[in-house]
C-alpha cells in the first residue's frame, strides 16, 4: 500500500476528499489528451469517483483508516466504458460505465455512510467525466468531437479496478494524492 503524507492545513489544499481510481494507460492518457483538448484548462487525471467530493468533520487519516478497511473485503473488479453522452441537469460530457456500474455503486453505498456520508448534490451515477464547466454555446460542439474522438480510439475500453486512491483538494481546484489502497485480489 503506497502511503502519502497527511497534510490537510498545508499548502493550498482545502477540507475537500475524495475517493477515486485512476484510469491506467493506454486509454487513461488517451483520456487526459481528450479531456485536455476539450476544455484546454483541465489538468486532472482521467479517473472514476467512487466517493464524490465532500467535506470531512473528522481527522482525514480517521476517515482514511475506515475507507482502507471497508476497501480491503472488497474484491478487484473490471469497468468498461460505454458510450459518450451528456448529464441533461450539469451539462456534464462523460463516458458510461457499461460493465462494473454495479460494483461503484456498491462501494459508494458501502463507503457513504457515518462520519463518511455527504448530501451528494446529484444522485450518485457513475461515469468518466470527459468535459464540464462548458459555456452553453460549446456543449454541442465538444460533444461531438468527443464522440468523434471516442470512435477513433483504437484499444481496449476496458480495465481492471485494483486500487482506491483517497485524494484532497486544493484552493486551485486540483488534487492531492493522499493515499492508496489495493482492493482484494482474492487470494
Same mark, same amino acid.
Given at each position: ?11 493550498? =489544499? ?5 475517493? !477515486? ?10 483520456? @487526459?489528451? &481528450?479531456?485536455?483538448? *476539450?476544455?484546454? /484548462?483541465? %489538468?486532472? =487525471? ?9 467535506? %470531512?468533520?473528522?481527522?482525514? /487519516?480517521?476517515?482514511? @483508516?475506515?475507507?482502507?478497511?471497508? &476497501?480491503?473485503? +472488497? ?9 459518450? @453522452?451528456?448529464? /441533461? ?11 462494473? +456500474?454495479?460494483?461503484?455503486?456498491? &462501494?459508494?453505498?458501502? &463507503?457513504?455512510?457515518?462520519? *463518511? ?24 460542439? !465538444?460533444?461531438?468531437?468527443?464522440? =468523434? ?9 476496458? +480495465? ?5 486512491? +483517497? ?21
Amino acid at each position: 500500500m503506497k502511503e502519502m503524507p497527511f497534510d490537510p492545513g498545508g499548502g493550498d =489544499r482545502v477540507n475537500l476528499f475524495s475517493l !477515486v481510481t485512476y484510469i491506467p494507460d493506454p486509454l487513461g492518457s488517451f483520456l @487526459d489528451r &481528450l479531456r485536455q483538448e *476539450l476544455v484546454p /484548462s483541465c %489538468l486532472l =487525471r482521467a479517473h472514476v469517483t467512487v466517493l464524490p467530493p465532500r467535506p %470531512l468533520a473528522i481527522d482525514p /487519516s480517521v476517515a482514511w @483508516d475506515r475507507i482502507r478497511r471497508q &476497501l480491503r473485503e +472488497f474484491p478487484r473488479f473490471q469497468i468498461c466504458a460505454g458510450e459518450v @453522452d451528456i448529464f /441533461s441537469i450539469s451539462s456534464v460530457i462523460y463516458l458510461t460505465v457499461k460493465d462494473g +456500474f454495479a460494483e461503484l455503486c456498491r &462501494l459508494h453505498e458501502q &463507503l457513504n455512510t457515518d462520519t *463518511l456520508a455527504y448530501g451528494e448534490p446529484f444522485p450518485y451515477h457513475p461515469h468518466i467525466t470527459l468535459a464540464q464547466q462548458l459555456a452553453p454555446e460549446q456543449i454541442d460542439g !465538444v460533444y461531438e468531437i468527443a464522440r =468523434r474522438r471516442w470512435a477513433e480510439f483504437p484499444h481496449e475500453r476496458c +480495465f481492471r479496478v485494483e486500487r482506491l486512491t +483517497f485524494v484532497q483538494g486544493t484552493v486551485s481546484n486540483s488534487w492531492v494524492d493522499l493515499a492508496e489502497c489495493p482492493l482484494d485480489d482474492g487470494q
